[in-house]
């Protein structure tokens, strides 16, 4: 049988806490920021978790990850 690999780009992007839910970055905050409020990008810091619906395919990505 051929090894199991996680996905890379989902390495790269998910980290599993400690509890069992999966962080995950923003998105939309890397360029063309001129035309996008003050509070939008305000809003867009920090790490937010990935949504219970979207959970299989994180496990599914990682497949070492404990999920």
Do not use: C, D, W, Y
């Amino acid at each position: 049988m051929p090894k199991m690999k996680s996905k890379s780009s989902a390495k790269k992007r998910f980290r599993v806490r400690p509890g069992g839910t999966v962080k995950r970055g923003q998105a939309f905050k890397r360029h063309i920021l001129t035309k996008k409020s003050t509070k939008n990008k305000r809003q867009l810091r920090g790490a937010v978790n990935v949504h219970e619906s979207n959970l299989g395919h994180v496990a599914q990505m990682l497949p070492f990850a404990g999920l």
